[in-house]
Structure formats: C-alpha cells, structure tokens
C-alpha cells in the first residue's frame, strides 16, 4: 500500500475520532502525534507501512518507546491509539488481522499520585487573604476543585449557570464534551455565594465564565499559579490542581464511598481508572493499621516464649 494512502487513512481515522466519536481536541492531538511517530519508527525500522505491521513488530515499537524513556503512561496511551487505529483499518476493510488488540503495556499507574490529607487541605484554604476580592475568589476556587473533583479544564471553562446554589449541584463539561452533575457540599456553597455577591457588586455579573481574573476569564495557566502559590504560602510542595481532583476521590474513598460512584463523580469512562484510587487508599490503611493497631508490630515479641512457660510435648 502506497505510503500516501497510509497518511490518508491516518488523517481519516483522526477526522473519525474526532467528529464521531468526539473525542477532546488534547486526546485527538496526543493520537495524531503517536500515530506520526509510529509512522516514521516503521518506515525506519521496518520498511513496512503501518497497515502491513504485524504483532512483532507492534513489540518491538513499544520496546523502543520504553527505551526512550517515555512514561509508562505516555506509552499506553501511545498503544491506545496504535489499537484505535487498527480497529479502523479492520473496519474499512483495509487489513483483516488487528495486531495491536492483545498487546501488553506497562503498567499504566506505576506510580500513585500525590494527594493532601485532610489537614493539608485545611491549611491550603486557610492561604488566601479573604479581606480582598481575589482572596474570595480563590477561596471559592479552591474549595469547588476539592468539592467535585474538577479537573482544570472543567474548572476554567465553568459558567455561572453552571452552578445551582439551591440544590448544590454544578455541571462539568469533561472530555470529549461530556457532561457530569456532581453534588457539592455547604462549605463550597458558602464560598461560592460570598464570591458571587461581589461580582455582582462590581458590575462584572454579565460575563458567563463562573471565575474571572481581572475582569476577564481564568485562564487554566492562571489557576496553576494560583493553586501553587498558595500550596507554597503554607509549606505545600507540588501542589497543582490536579492534586486536589486526586485528594478528593481518595477521600472519599477513604470514607467508605464505593468506586462506582466515584468513578461516576470523577468522570471516568472506565473504572480501571478510578481503581489508583483504590490502590492509594489502601496504602493508606496499611499505614494507619501499622502505625495505631498495638499487635501491628509484635511478631518478634510473641516468636519468643515466655520464661516461666512448660516445654512443649508430642502431645501437645
């Protein structure tokens, strides 16, 4: 098959995932890149075009992407795509074998990512100066990030409407414009009322995004220095706006929430993704178990017999 022919269908495939399945435009771009530089390694590699790789071949790639040093989870995002494809070449007709289907990845959460226990949680939103109107803001701001959830995107691109103070519930827009409605609770309400009692105040009411930054949308770069600049106030190292969508599934998993709802709250399309949580929250318990339970510790101590004990028989 002609190499032209293989970027076309590249271009095709990319066009599909985009208008029908409405994937989000940074998961689009990420497999438009991974299916380039598959395209290139088999052209250098293989001298094959990517419709005539096989199985072996597909190893081999995501060996060399490992010796690169891409990240476990760039690497299985990488396959997804690979595996995406294929599956639309077998659909068109264009190959009858799908050599990606099976492939083995690296474990895709090698490692668990940072979350703030509850106290740190409390010192962060103690940070900002709430006498002032950007304190408020960014009060409210963080405390409706741990509430739902939110991650980034959702948070920037929030509408006032989005919001229903009265029942306690926003709305998030998620990937691939999907949309979630997630129960807040009286502590996020609280701040988000005192927020939108100065907007109104100002004048500013009439701009549809929920947080502005002088007088103009929040930009998702703004709420990262925002969110680390705060964190730093009050000794919080790595602390981005991710750590707190992470710190509020594992809390309530730690909580005795279920994963289905919090993969339904996160907005998870699949529950493998929610189970990281499950991973860290057991960490957690292993820690507090070792660290309180008064037997946690005592192997060594009950190994050893006491002094005034009889020798034991057969018998016994």
């Known amino acids: 098959m002609p190499k032209t022919q293989q970027r076309d269908l590249i271009k095709e495939y990319i066009t599909y995932i985009q208008v029908e399945k409405g994937l989000a435009r940074h998961t689009v771009e990420s497999y438009a890149r991974d299916l380039a530089r598959l395209d290139r390694w088999a052209a250098k590699a293989t001298s094959k075009t990517i419709a005539e790789m096989g199985r072996p071949d597909l190893r081999k790639w995501i060996a060399q992407l490992s010796r690169e040093g891409l ?6 995002r990488a396959v997804s795509a690979a595996r995406g494809f294929y599956r639309f070449l077998m659909l068109d007709g264009h190959i009858k074998i799908h050599p990606a289907e099976d492939l083995d990845t690296p474990q895709k959460f090698s490692y668990l990512p940072r979350f703030l226990t509850e106290e740190e949680i409390d010192r ?3 940070a900002p100066d709430i006498s002032t109107e950007e304190g408020v803001r960014d009060r409210a701001m963080l405390e409706l990030m741990y509430a739902a959830g939110l991650r980034v995107s959702e948070l920037v691109s929030m509408k006032q409407t989005d919001v229903d103070v009265h029942a306690g519930v926003v709305i998030c827009h998620g990937k691939g414009s999907k949309e979630r409605h997630v129960p807040v609770g009286k502590s996020a309400i609280h701040w988000l009322q005192q927020y939108a009692a100065i907007r109104a105040g100002d004048g500013r009411s009439a701009y549809l995004n929920l947080f502005l930054a002088r007088g103009k949308p929040l930009t998702r770069q703004l709420a990262w220095a925002t969110i680390k600049g705060h964190a730093e106030k009050v000794g919080l190292q790595r ?3 991710h750590t707190l969508r992470h710190s509020f599934a594992t809390h309530l998993l730690q909580h005795g929430a279920d994963s289905r709802s919090v993969q ?8 493998s993704t929610t189970q990281i949580y499950t991973h860290m929250t057991d960490r957690h318990l292993r820690a507090s178990y070792d660290n309180h339970h008064p037997r946690a510790r005592a192997v060594a101590a009950r190994a ?9 028989t057969d018998k016994e």
Do not use: N, Q
Not at 71 to 76: G, L, M
């Open 71 to 76: 990240a476990p989870s760039s690497v299985a």
């Open 124 to 126: 962060l939103f103690a």
């Open 239 to 241: 602390v981005s706006p």
């Open 264 to 271: 339904a709250l996160l907005g998870h399309s699949d529950i």
């Open 304 to 312: 050893e017999p006491a002094e005034s004990a009889e020798p034991m």
